[in-house]
């Protein structure tokens, strides 16, 4: 029992220091050593991208917005938008601002990111957070021809967010 209780005051001090690792999975040129993990969740969802005029004229599909559900412990706890944005169900949101991306691991993977904290709203989980990581990214990625302009298309997508501080 003093075991147990040892570990956690140790557990506990790592967290309260910020000493506790940070997002294993995340890229060396991340850098986020120092910054604890305050929350890790799942995201399900699409990358909508939307048919457009680029610089030439000729139209192609350009990143429109995220649309994801949050999933923490098989439950849905949030959902992630456009700002990119990250709002939880206890009232608490954060918007990002992107900082460094990474190659996910296919072609067909959308990046790896980093991106610092710009804004909070309300309180909860998330009101300590000073970085977001996409991490483990499957799918979202697309490419092709577009005809119509304003045309829409939402590209599946998984991946990991994870809080620090």
Not at 50 to 63: H, I, K, T
């Amino acid at each position: 029992m003093t075991t147990t209780f040892g570990f956690s005051l140790v557990a506990l001090a790592l967290f309260a220091t910020g000493v506790a690792q940070a997002a294993p999975d995340a890229p060396l040129a991340f850098d986020v050593a120092g910054h604890a993990t305050l929350l890790t969740l799942h995201g399900e969802g699409a990358q909508i991208y939307q048919c457009q005029p680029d610089a030439s004229g000729s139209l192609a599909w350009s990143f429109r917005e995220p649309i994801a559900t949050l999933i923490g412990d098989g439950k849905t706890v949030g959902r992630h938008f456009a700002g990119p944005s990250w709002e939880l169900d206890d009232g608490g949101a954060v918007k990002g601002k992107l900082a460094l991306s990474a190659p996910g691991a296919g072609p067909g993977d959308i990046p790896l990111l980093k991106l610092t904290v710009a804004e909070h709203r309300g309180a909860g989980a998330l009101a300590g957070a000073n970085l977001v990581l996409r991490l483990n990214t499957h799918g979202g990625a697309f490419k092709g021809a577009c005809s119509v302009a304003g045309a829409f298309h939402a590209e599946s997508y998984s991946a990991d967010y994870v809080f620090l501080r």
